[in-house]
């Protein structure tokens, strides 16, 4: 693997048959595994015609099925959740998995789906943000007692804690000014989106160290990543097709896919990645679509030894 660069992979999770394929994740969280890859992730999303499996079911399961992969989600729409519920959960996967939990937060773009979930999205950056203090009071306190907007405790206790100490980290995602502002103020790194571009993100890069500066936070221990949608195929015009095909089912935006992912052949994706790590990515999170398993071996064996260190 190259020096300087982590490379990650994203867990397959979404089934465009709509058919699931329990062996074909295992084999493939094993092969990450074997190949040296940093990290295994995890996307969220609930609603939507695509099959797409819960991304908090999947991590656990993504953790009996290996022993030395790093697990994050980019990024759990955790306003959307109980915050007691979810505290829960991952502290039992950061258990399970020996310590390997990164969790990867976010508010998301959609407030129109708030009223599904039975909430409304009023307040709902004030509502995220409690949220995430009280999940890091139950991962750190023996009893805790808070008393806010949106949830009150009184005395309650939340066993076990999670390995990781203080707690697993916690790495934002977001765009907006103010989403960066919150990732520097209270996260332990940061996600770029998929769906952004390059450009994009190199923009949201900057955002973040001037942040960074402001706060007196040392940027070496902010770590930054992006996911990147990503086809290895020497038919760039195939390689297009198939993204757009997918982005069509997943995001509704076919057109989206040549605008933000990296594609065609090794030259090419070597190329892109290497305009992501210029814009500041420390992890790149690639993101195969379509024959995950053998895009896998071929990122593996001709792009990540090649990226810049």
């Given at each position: 693997?190259?020096?300087?660069?982590?490379?990650?992979?994203?867990?397959p999770?979404?089934?465009?048959?709509?058919?699931?394929?329990?062996?074909?994740?295992?084999?493939?969280?094993?092969r990450?595994?074997?190949?040296?890859?940093?990290?295994?992730?995890?996307?969220?999303?609930?609603?939507?015609r695509?099959a797409?499996?819960?991304?908090?079911?999947?991590l656990?399961?993504?953790?009996?099925?290996?022993?030395?992969?790093?697990?994050?989600?980019?990024?759990?729409?955790?306003?959307l959740?109980?915050?007691?519920?979810?505290?829960?959960?991952?502290?039992?996967?950061?258990?399970?998995?020996?310590?390997?939990?990164?969790?990867?937060?976010?508010l998301?773009?959609?407030?129109g789906?708030?009223?599904?979930?039975?909430?409304?999205?009023?307040?709902r950056?004030?509502?995220?943000?409690?949220?995430?203090?009280?999940?890091?009071?139950?991962?750190?306190?023996?009893?805790?007692?808070?008393?806010g907007?949106?949830?009150?405790?009184?005395?309650i206790s939340?066993?076990?804690?999670?390995?990781?100490?203080?707690?697993?980290?916690?790495?934002?995602?977001?765009?907006?000014?103010?989403?960066?502002?919150?990732?520097?103020?209270?996260?332990?790194?940061?996600i770029?989106?998929?769906s952004?571009?390059?450009?994009?993100f190199a923009e949201?890069?900057?955002?973040?160290?001037?942040?960074?500066?402001?706060?007196?936070?040392?940027?070496?221990?902010?770590?930054?990543?992006?996911?990147?949608?990503?086809?290895?195929?020497?038919?760039?015009?195939?390689?297009?097709?198939?993204?757009?095909?997918w982005?069509?089912?997943?995001?509704?935006?076919?057109?989206?896919a040549?605008?933000?992912?990296?594609?065609?052949d090794a030259?090419?994706?070597?190329?892109?990645?290497?305009?992501?790590?210029?814009a500041?990515?420390?992890?790149?999170?690639l993101?195969?679509?379509?024959?995950?398993?053998?895009?896998?071996e071929?990122?593996?064996?001709?792009?990540v030894?090649?990226?810049?260190?």
């Amino acid at each position: 693997m190259s020096p300087g660069v982590e490379p990650a992979i994203a867990i397959p999770q979404t089934f465009v048959s709509g058919r699931v394929e329990p062996a074909r994740i295992r084999d493939f969280l094993a092969r990450a595994e074997a190949l040296g890859f940093h990290s295994a992730w995890v996307v969220e999303q609930i609603l939507g015609r695509m099959a797409s499996l819960e991304p908090v079911a999947l991590l656990a399961h993504a953790a009996a099925h290996t022993t030395r992969l790093r697990l994050g989600s980019a990024v759990l729409l955790t306003a959307l959740r109980s915050p007691i519920h979810l505290a829960k959960m991952l502290a039992t996967i950061d258990q399970l998995s020996g310590g390997r939990l990164i969790v990867g937060v976010g508010l998301g773009g959609n407030p129109g789906v708030y009223p599904a979930f039975g909430l409304t999205a009023h307040r709902r950056a004030a509502r995220f943000t409690e949220g995430l203090r009280v999940m890091k009071a139950l991962w750190t306190e023996p009893t805790v007692t808070f008393a806010g907007e949106f949830f009150r405790l009184d005395g309650i206790s939340m066993e076990p804690k999670p390995v990781q100490r203080p707690h697993p980290p916690l790495w934002f995602g977001g765009h907006h000014p103010n989403a960066l502002r919150r990732a520097v103020a209270l996260g332990d790194g940061f996600i770029g989106a998929g769906s952004a571009s390059t450009a994009a993100f190199a923009e949201q890069v900057k955002t973040l160290r001037r942040a960074l500066g402001e706060a007196g936070r040392d940027p070496a221990t902010f770590p930054i990543g992006k996911r990147v949608y990503i086809a290895l195929d020497a038919d760039r015009r195939r390689a297009g097709t198939r993204l757009a095909e997918w982005f069509g089912a997943f995001y509704g935006k076919p057109e989206l896919a040549a605008q933000v992912s990296v594609w065609g052949d090794a030259a090419a994706c070597i190329d892109g990645l290497a305009e992501v790590v210029a814009a500041g990515a420390r992890l790149l999170l690639l993101n195969p679509v379509f024959d995950e398993a053998d895009q896998l071996e071929r990122l593996a064996t001709t792009v990540v030894p090649k990226l810049p260190a």
